[in-house]
């Protein structure tokens, strides 16, 4: 069964506590992402990834942080220094080749991180 | 800089009516354009596409979205909801890159 697994699906955290959730993927897709969803506000780009020990900030990078050491795995960081870290978070992979079809992106079921 | 933008935040219909869900985005250049949807409970799935060709595409269970240039839209339409057509649908551009722009979702509700 090919897909994307983020783990937990519920999480909580106290306030200036760091926190990490998992996202591993099985497509052998090159991109990753992680989003951001917000009620009325859509899914918002935190990073992404176009290949293995590369990512770029998205448009809300800030108080979150990376790693891309394999191809399956993109574990996302919250900082303390994220004010405002209470949401959804969405993982999801993309091809890179054959041309448009890249931008399709596959997604996992999401992680609810709660800060108390 | 790009954006996304869909007209209605919420939208409850009965079942058998047609829907049609706006959106409109900012952008100049070539643009790759996408519905999804995401189903309570389940993962966000992509509906359909437009990349290129006919501007009228089809996608899954019914639905059918058309891309006016001319408009800067790409509306999604179905001739007939069904209850399980319940869920939030998201209209997304792509200018070619890695960032997919998302729009905030519209909450669709179908009553029995």
């Known amino acids: 069964d090919g897909g994307i697994t983020q783990s937990p699906k519920y999480l909580f955290r106290k306030e200036g506590q760091n926190v990490t959730l998992s996202c591993e993927q099985n497509?052998?897709?090159?991109?990753m992402y992680w989003y951001r969803q917000d009620p009325g506000q859509g899914l918002r780009l935190i990073y992404y990834?176009?290949?293995?020990?590369?990512?770029q900030k998205g448009d809300i990078a800030e108080g979150y942080s990376v790693s891309r050491e394999k191809k399956e795995s993109f574990p996302l960081t919250v900082t303390s220094a994220q004010k405002n870290p209470t949401a959804f978070y969405l993982c999801?992979?993309?091809?890179?080749?054959?041309?448009?079809?890249?931008?399709?992106?596959?997604f996992g079921p999401g992680t609810r991180l709660t800060v108390l | 800089a790009q954006s996304v933008s869909q007209h209605n935040h919420h939208v409850i219909l009965s079942e058998a009516a047609s829907l049609e869900l706006g959106c409109n985005y900012s952008?100049?250049?070539?643009?790759?354009l996408f519905w999804y949807v995401q189903y309570p409970g389940q993962h966000l799935q992509l509906l359909l596409k437009?990349?290129?060709?006919?501007?009228l595409v089809k996608g899954i269970k019914g639905f059918e979205a058309e891309f006016i240039k001319s408009k800067f839209s790409f509306n999604l339409r179905k001739p007939s909801v069904q209850w399980s057509d319940t869920a939030e649908y998201f209209c997304?551009?792509?200018?070619?890159?890695?960032?997919?722009?998302f729009g905030a979702g519209t909450r669709l509700f179908v009553k029995a």
């Open positions: 437009y990349f290129s060709g006919d501007p």
């Open positions: 999801a992979s993309s091809p890179t080749s054959g041309g448009p079809v890249y931008n399709e992106q596959f």
């Open positions: 997304a551009v792509n200018g070619g890159g890695f960032k997919t722009i």
């Open positions: 952008y100049g250049g070539t643009v790759n």
């Open positions: 497509l052998n897709h090159d991109a």
């Open positions: 990834s176009q290949i293995v020990n590369d990512f």
